[in-house]
């Protein structure tokens, strides 16, 4: 009998896709829809029920079955209250690592392995492959999609029981065979953003969890020039929605967010994108994962991205006598590292790990 396989059908294309070539592989397929998020967006729309929808049509097309799993109770206590607590203590975190971490490759996988299937796939662009030293993941072919930075925290276990059948394919493919398939998926938009906020204002949502605290924007010279309605609102580096201008005695060019003082509920701007005080030669980062299991070295260059789709940066990583931080010095200087976002390895095309920037190193 083949293998039997459980593809996440996410109402995507890339999804949608994996599930077909795995059908063509040979392999017993069976869909499983997560349902991760249960609370209306403003418009009081619940996207997963448009996501559901599209997930059923492709899974009728393909003649595998589907089913439903509610997973929005553990989403809630393990994701999203760690999202809010994060932006309450002034960083930016990355959901969808953590849910990759927690949900998908944790409390879904072990509902895969409860119904007995051997694997779990996903429509994710990354690539795994094994050798006599264990399993590797590697960057997805198209640079343009892969997603290896929200993958880095999975561990030999999980890629051990996963398949991205995306993962050596460039986008454009995917939808073509999508369309050559007839799949309703063929064409539609990429999801973009934070999953669970979607089109919504990002403020707007926010405000819904973590009330308005009004504030000062100040200079870096301690000017107040406008208010703010709460620090957590904002990201390092940001230039839009600051509602600052005219200035007096400032010249007509953007405001960008220099620092956020969570203590005092105070924003400190600055004109200029690439302001000093937004220019770091380093980082340290603590809640490190290893795909190996372990570190390359004590001691090791690499390359390294601090967000998704940001060119690889060279760098050299020391890690503490205990193993619990490291300390992350580029050769050239980066632009508004943000704590709370991670800092992610890689040696050529294969994902060594990464962990959570804890705090920036300054240029002074």
């Not at 991670?342 to 959570?356: E, M, N, T």
Request: glycine residues 10%; proline residues 4%; contains cysteine.
């Amino acid at each position: 009998m083949p293998e039997r396989i459980v593809i996440a059908l996410s109402g995507g294309v890339d999804s949608s896709v994996s599930a077909l070539l795995l059908l063509e592989a040979g392999y017993e397929v069976e869909a499983l829809f997560m349902k991760n998020w249960n609370e209306p967006t403003g418009s009081g729309q619940c996207r997963w029920e448009d996501d559901v929808a599209d997930a059923l049509a492709v899974s009728e097309k393909l003649g595998i079955p589907l089913n439903t799993v509610d997973l929005s109770a553990t989403y809630w206590d393990e994701v999203f209250r760690h999202f809010l607590t994060e932006y309450q203590l002034g960083r930016t975190p990355n959901p969808d690592i953590l849910c990759n971490r927690e949900i998908k490759f944790k409390a879904f996988m072990e509902h895969v392995h409860a119904r007995g299937a051997s694997h779990i796939a996903t429509g994710h662009y990354a690539r795994i492959e094994r050798d006599q030293t264990g399993y590797r993941m590697l960057k997805g072919c198209d640079p343009n999609k892969d997603q290896t930075y929200f993958l880095y925290t999975l561990g030999q276990e999980q890629l051990a029981s996963a398949l991205f059948p995306v993962g050596a394919l460039p986008k454009a493919e995917v939808r073509r065979i999508a369309a050559s398939a007839g799949l309703v998926t063929h064409d539609k938009r990429d999801s973009t953003g934070i999953c669970f906020i979607g089109e919504e204002h990002f403020r707007s949502f926010m405000g819904r969890y973590l009330p308005a605290q009004p504030g000062a924007i100040v200079t870096e010279h301690g000017e107040q020039i406008g208010t703010h309605q709460g620090v957590f609102y904002y990201t390092l580096g940001q230039r839009q929605g600051l509602g600052i201008g005219g200035v007096r005695n400032a010249p007509e060019e953007p405001w960008y967010v220099l620092d956020k003082r969570v203590t005092d509920n105070v924003l400190v701007v600055g004109q200029g994108h690439d302001h000093p005080a937004l220019l770091s030669c380093g980082l340290r980062a603590d809640t490190l994962s290893w795909i190996a299991g372990h570190a390359p070295g004590q001691r090791f260059d690499c390359t390294a991205r601090i967000r998704h789709r940001q060119h690889v940066q060279a760098c050299h990583v020391s890690l503490s006598d205990d193993d619990d931080v490291c300390t992350v010095m580029f050769e050239s200087q980066q632009r508004a590292v943000a704590p709370g976002q991670s800092v992610v390895f890689y040696q050529g095309d294969i994902c060594l790990g990464g962990g959570v920037i804890a705090t920036r190193i300054s240029n002074a």
